[in-house]
């Protein structure tokens, strides 16, 4: 069965990127169905892992070929993470085996498992940054051979022999912390390979490339597949699973749900497989916001140097405004320059038809605006404190008495109102955030912005990393605010998801708006083509 | 709603130790120890390194640090003796309350300063806060040396009313201590300032991303850190009536160690200030212990071992706790999908 | 350091700061390209610079060593001592390796601490530099000792090269500028070429990573630390050589002028970064600096001012050549703790 190729550049030279060989066909040696020897080069049989009485895997089994190319998809919390850190040996199933080329390998330490050629290239990539692109790629062989002198040419002449082999070239001499993320993803690559990896385990490889990156990267896997290597593409992202693998393995709540090859698949059947729901095309019914002349915000002209440029949108009281687009269009530096975090270089905003001038957080707190951040975790909530403490963080002006010392009482009192409110279960506001569940933590965050009345609330990936039946919650609450007349701005990459919540959807490509389109007039095959039209 | 419960363990372990050693020492060398007159000299001798123990713990509770407070109390005593011994009559005089009163505010102005300065270096260029306080340091020390010539100077009495002084039997000095750990106290868990600082302590980007303004809270804490250092030279000024660049050479160590004892977490985030002023006492009563039992000329460096030795055991018996608080812990087996792709430092 | 492209960055500027240094001073004060001048110089770098490689070679591991000082004294008094209660006329060899191996001794404890008590290097080692010091005045003594081993005397006394000065007279370089030298290269080869010297800037750059590469992180630490002991405690011996005199509470006051010299030859406090090359130059840096002042009409007294703005101004260019001043976005390494894990 051989793949079809989209047209891979021939002539590239964009960001320095030279194709050592051309790709315009490239043939598969192996064919699909015939093994190079009798036993699959990986095979799980009944996998099962349980941390505290939760269950991460229930009885997994699946199996990867040679020269195979595996998605490994489910949303968060499936259980995909466990499964490959089992895989890499560094975790231990409490049940099941692991057979590599039909041995047990089931006890076997990680480092053998390296040995087996089995290679887990990780989101954080693991690399140096210190070091230089080469010596990432030559080093750990070397320390792995126990080698005392670094030999740095023979290390150098073998990093080149292995990027010829990806069919890419490099500036090995660059400290990695200097190159682009799609060239430390092809050092991570060529590292694994230096090993001689067997098996590559990819995990959510495209989270930060832009399409042409990802087109790039697929290019890599199928030359690379192509000489006989393995992949295990873990990914929730249908479109890329659907253009890469040749078989789709999904996993939901720990189990496996599909296990088919994916010319028999269709994109619906491993969403359904995913979420365990059909996407229902609709819409949440509500009020059609205002529509008075003047707008509750409007950006015009609104630029930063090497970011985006001469953005201009307007936002009505109590509509949901959509920003999509691929990665790397520029939508969350755009959202984050309205916030002050950092400021644009030009452009205009007006709250209510009067200008205002953001230069830091504080200016877009004061005019009303509210963030909530991408990475919750590190960026939206303080671990260690409690859920109340959390919560109040921008209520303190109303928490203080009038010589300015905190209230306590009124503190608790706050607090309970929108654990209340937001439905948050936690037996008490003391407890650490810590405790909570991703969906519960996100209405922490969503909760501290509330508490601070805002006009216009921003939320950047406000469902990820929340598991499925937790996110009509969190569209239940964006719903309410808008209600309320709040203006609210969505960043995401899940058109569904917006197509749910939104009223109006902005489409950003490069730095740039492209389009913009009334959701109650648009399809979202519609939108999604305006996205993806970018690349040729 | 104060972070985790070790931090109240840590609180009663301290405070059992205090009395442990109190009654020990007081069981052993009963007259010396527990005389009025003994308590008093304790009282003085720790409020210099009280005020600078301080000074280290505001700092610290932000996930930085401030090496530089013994260098700017040496220059705030420096510059005020200066100035003292340049308007008071050399003999006989005793400072106008005016003069006095001048000379306090300048040295407050002074320690405010070099607060200022670090604020700038941290908040504005990004420094980290070692160098940062590092290159002060010598920066301070160096401006002092020109000032004095590398000489001490003496015979400075315009604050020896305070230095001497007591209120109902407590050492001033000793009351500016407690009055200054009382407002700050207070400050820290009952304001807005203060809980905003124990947040941006644990979490610096959580903190930006909440709208906590970065900059203001960084100058405070460091102006804040100045100024007690400079009250620490006054009062020094005040008990030695000298003044020099080399004096309390060891105290920048001392005061960490205390604040580590005292429960102030290295790396921002945790710890209270009365543990602080529980740790200044316990080596306060440790150290004239020490000096009690071993009588011989030694004990200075009987104590230097016994510090390092109590940081190392505080530090093995704190464990995990001074890992970096707040850093984005798994929760659940659900891992971001934001952990961004290509950034080498791993969650 | 990887390889010479990255040379031109920091190690470059320092290197042209270091030349405009000198000829501004030799200028006005002609003697300073003397053979004299520079051997003494090369001299009074010696001590300094041995530390100061010390300390590099932990900040690259991504700690902080704060105790070299009194590794120094510790393994100076300690081997006079011992040599002159046991083999008074011990050659020089042996008096060398046993002050090493008091240095590794003590840099083995500090690397064990730190390790195992996961808290902030600085902390830890503001400990030990109390208690190896209080540990050595308290219990083995505070006597200046002036009888030192004769081998010492002699060594003292030996030079490896002379020159013949414009004046005709003789002028010797010191043999322990030698030994520092020698020291500088082999520990430039080790970090280039050996896959160890890789490591620790591959567990200062990425801790985590380096453990899944299988790189033992806390043995790589620990050998570090014990590296930096040895090297502090050869300085105090050196030292103590050079003085003919062991005196046990010497040796305090310079530890601003080592971490200067680390910092401004391009050591990054986060870890991971700077070369042997730089630290070195850094050092002849800070003791022109210091050296010259009187010479450019400054007063002694303005040595620690000057020292101050340098290392100030060090600290400051790789923040100022990044271009935004955003305090939030270039904040290295901010606290006591290094972001990435691990407590080194």
Redesign the interface.
């Known amino acids: 069965m051989k793949k079809e190729n989209p047209a891979s550049p021939t002539v590239s030279q964009d960001r320095g990127m030279r194709q050592v060989s051309s790709t315009t066909s490239s043939t598969r040696l192996f064919v699909e169905g015939t093994p190079a020897s009798d036993h699959p080069l990986l095979r799980a049989v009944n996998l099962s892992k349980h941390?505290d009485g939760?269950t991460?895997l229930a009885g997994v089994s699946f199996e990867v070929g040679t020269a195979e190319i595996l998605a490994l998809a489910g949303e968060?919390?499936s259980g995909k993470?466990?499964l490959i850190r089992i895989i890499a040996g560094v975790e231990r199933a409490n049940e099941g085996t692991l057979f590599i080329d039909g041995a047990d390998w089931t006890g076997r330490s990680p480092i053998e498992r390296i040995e087996a050629g089995i290679q887990v290239i990780?989101?954080?990539?693991?690399?140096?940054?210190n070091l230089s692109a080469g010596e990432n790629i030559w080093l750990p062989q070397q320390l792995h051979q126990g080698r005392r002198l670094a030999a740095r040419s023979a290390g150098v002449a073998m990093a080149q022999r292995v990027l010829s082999e990806v069919g890419v070239m490099i500036e090995l001499d660059r400290p990695?912390?200097e190159l682009p993320?799609w060239q430390?993803?092809l050092v991570a690559i060529a590292r694994a390979l230096v090993h001689d990896a067997r098996l590559l385990i990819m995990d959510?490889?495209t989270?930060?490339?832009t399409h042409r990156e990802v087109q790039h990267l697929f290019a890599v896997i199928r030359r690379l597949a192509g000489r006989g290597k393995s992949f295990i593409f873990v990914s929730h992202q249908l479109q890329e699973i659907a253009q890469i693998c040749d078989r789709v393995v999904v996993l939901r709540n720990g189990s496996k749900t599909l296990d088919a090859p994916m010319k028999d698949l269709t994109k619906v059947q491993i969403a359904h497989a995913m979420t365990g729901r059909e996407i229902a095309p609709g819409h949440y019914r509500r009020t059609p916001p205002n529509s008075s002349s003047v707008s509750l915000l409007a950006v015009r002209g609104f630029s930063r140097y090497g970011e985006y440029h001469d953005v201009n949108f307007t936002l009505a009281a109590g509509e949901v405004l959509g920003f999509v687009g691929l990665m790397g269009a520029g939508r969350t530096a755009v959202v984050k320059g309205l916030f002050g975090?950092p400021p644009a270089d030009l452009g205009t905003i007006e709250i209510d038809g009067r200008p205002i001038v953001i230069r830091n957080?504080?200016d877009?707190?004061r005019a009303g605006l509210a963030?909530v951040?991408?990475?919750?975790?590190?960026?939206?909530?303080?671990?260690?404190?409690?859920i109340?403490?959390n919560i109040v963080?921008?209520a303190?002006e109303r928490l203080?008495t009038k010589t300015?010392?905190?209230s306590g009482p009124r503190?608790v009192k706050e607090a309970a109102c929108w654990i209340d409110r937001l439905s948050i279960k936690t037996p008490s506001?003391?407890l650490?955030v810590?405790s909570?569940?991703?969906g519960n933590?996100q209405r922490v965050v969503l909760a501290?912005w509330m508490a601070a009345n805002p006009r216009v609330l921003i939320l950047n990936?406000p469902t990820?990393?929340i598991?499925v039946g937790s996110k009509p919650g969190i569209h239940q609450i964006i719903m309410e605010l808008a209600a309320k007349k709040v203006g609210v701005i969505v960043v995401s990459d899940d058109v569904p998801e917006l197509m749910l919540i939104c009223d109006r959807v902005i489409v950003m490509r490069a730095g740039a708006i492209v389009a913009e389109r009334n959701l109650s007039e648009s399809s979202e095959k519609e939108i999604t083509q305006v996205v993806t039209e970018s690349d040729p | 709603?104060r972070?985790?419960q070790s931090i109240d363990s840590r609180l009663v372990t301290l405070l059992l130790a205090a009395i442990l050693i109190v009654g020990t020492l007081g069981m052993v060398r009963p007259d010396t120890f527990l005389s009025p007159l003994n308590i008093n000299s304790m009282l003085l001798q720790s409020s210099v390194i009280g005020l600078l123990s301080l000074a280290v713990a505001v700092t610290?509770l932000?996930?930085?640090?401030d090496l530089s407070i013994n260098a700017t109390a040496n220059v705030t005593s420096i510059v005020v003796a200066t100035l003292l011994s340049k308007t008071v009559p050399a003999e006989g005089g005793n400072a106008t309350l005016a003069i006095t009163a001048l000379a306090l505010v300048v040295g407050l102005l002074v320690g405010f300063g070099c607060g200022l300065f670090n604020g700038f270096?941290?908040?504005?260029?990004?420094?980290?806060?070692?160098?940062?306080t590092?290159?002060?340091?010598?920066?301070?020390?160096?401006?002092g040396?020109?000032l004095t010539?590398?000489n001490t100077l003496f015979g400075i009495s315009a604050f020896a009313t305070v230095g001497r002084g007591s209120a109902l039997g407590i050492p001033l000095p000793a009351i500016i201590f407690l009055l200054a750990a009382l407002v700050l106290s207070l400050v820290l868990e009952?304001?807005?300032f203060g809980?905003y600082l124990?947040?941006y302590g644990?979490?610096?980007?959580?903190?930006?991303?909440?709208?906590?303004?970065?900059?203001r809270l960084i100058f405070s804490v460091y102006a804040v850190s100045g100024v007690l250092s400079a009250v620490a030279g006054l009062i020094n000024l005040g008990v030695t009536n000298s003044a020099n660049v080399d004096y309390g050479?060891?105290y920048v160590?001392l005061a960490?160690?205390i604040s580590?004892l005292g429960g102030i977490s290295?790396?921002?985030?945790?710890g209270r200030i009365i543990g602080v002023v529980l740790a200044v006492l316990i080596l306060q009563f440790l150290s004239t212990g020490l000096n009690l039992v071993f009588q011989s000329g030694?004990s200075n460096?009987?104590?230097?071992?016994?510090?390092?030795?109590t940081?190392?055991v505080v530090?093995?018996i704190?464990?995990?706790r001074?890992?970096?608080?707040?850093?984005?812990?798994k929760?659940?087996?659900?891992?971001?999908?934001?952990?961004?792709?290509?950034?080498?430092?791993?969650? | 350091m990887s390889l010479p492209r990255n040379f031109p960055r920091h190690e470059g500027i320092v290197l042209v700061t270091l030349t405009l240094l000198a000829i501004a001073v030799g200028t006005i004060n002609r003697e300073f390209f003397s053979f004299f001048n520079i051997f003494s110089l090369l001299k009074n770098s010696t001590i300094i610079g041995l530390f100061a490689v010390g300390f590099f070679l932990v900040l690259v591991v991504g700690g902080?060593d704060v105790s070299f000082t009194s590794i120094g004294v510790v393994g100076m008094y300690g081997t006079v001592k011992l040599a002159l209660a046991f083999y008074p006329g011990a050659p020089f060899v042996i008096l060398f390796v046993v002050a090493a191996l008091i240095g590794a001794a003590l840099g083995l404890i500090n690397g064990l601490?730190v390790t195992r008590?996961?808290?902030?290097s600085?902390?830890?080692t503001?400990?030990?530099?109390?208690?190896?010091?209080?540990?050595l005045?308290?219990?083995i003594g505070?006597k200046w000792i002036r009888e030192v081993p004769t081998a010492m005397v002699e060594f003292n006394r030996t030079n490896v090269l002379v020159m013949t000065a414009a004046n005709g007279a003789q002028v010797g370089l010191h043999i322990s500028v030698a030994i520092f030298l020698a020291i500088v290269a082999i520990v430039f080869l080790v970090l280039r070429y050996t896959t160890l010297g890789r490591s620790l800037y591959a567990v200062g750059?990425?801790p985590?990573?380096a453990r899944r590469m299988g790189i033992n992180v806390e043995a790589v630490q620990t050998l570090a630390y014990c590296m930096a002991g040895t090297l502090a405690s050869i300085a105090g011996f050196l030292s103590a050589v050079r003085l003919r005199l062991a005196d046990p509470q010497s040796l305090?006051g310079s530890e601003?002028d080592v971490?200067?010299a680390a910092?401004i030859g391009g050591a990054a406090?986060t870890g991971g970064k700077g070369s042997v090359i730089g630290v070195f130059l850094g050092v002849l840096l800070i003791v022109i600096t210091n050296d010259s002042l009187i010479v450019l009409g400054i007063?002694a007294?303005?040595?620690?001012?000057?020292?101050?703005?340098l290392?100030?101004v060090a600290?400051?260019m790789p923040?100022l050549a990044r271009g935004r001043?955003?305090?939030?976005?270039?904040?290295?390494?901010?606290?006591?703790?290094r972001?990435?894990?691990g407590?080194a």
């Open positions: 941390y939760v991460a968060n919390g993470s466990t990780y989101q954080d990539f693991a690399l140096f940054p990695v912390a993320v430390k993803q959510e490889p989270t930060a490339l975090l957080v504080s877009a707190v963030y951040p991408e990475d919750r975790l590190s960026e939206g909530l303080f671990l260690n404190f409690s109340g403490d963080v921008r303190m203080v300015g010392w905190i503190k506001s003391r650490p810590s909570l569940s991703g933590q501290k990936r990820v990393g598991d | 709603m972070v985790l610290m932000t996930g930085g640090i270096l941290i908040a504005i260029l990004g420094y980290s806060p070692i160098l940062a590092l290159g002060t340091m010598t920066l301070f020390v160096g401006i040396t020109v010539g590398g009952a304001r807005r809980f124990y947040l644990a979490n610096e980007s959580a903190a930006r991303f909440s709208g906590i303004n970065e900059h050479a060891s160590l960490i160690l580590v290295p790396s921002g985030g945790a030694g460096f009987l104590k230097e071992f016994a510090w390092g030795t940081l190392l530090l093995a704190g464990g995990r001074y890992s970096r608080l707040g850093r984005a812990s929760g659940r087996g659900q891992t971001p999908r934001t952990v961004k792709a290509g950034s080498a430092v791993a969650p | 902080l601490l008590l996961q808290a902030p600085l902390i830890v503001l400990g030990t530099l109390s208690l190896y010091r209080g540990f005045l308290y219990f505070t750059g990425n985590v990573a305090t601003l971490i200067a910092v406090i007063p007294a303005w040595q620690k001012v000057a020292i101050g703005v290392l100030l600290i400051g923040l001043f955003t305090a939030s976005q270039l904040r290295t390494g901010g606290g006591l703790v972001v990435g894990g407590s």
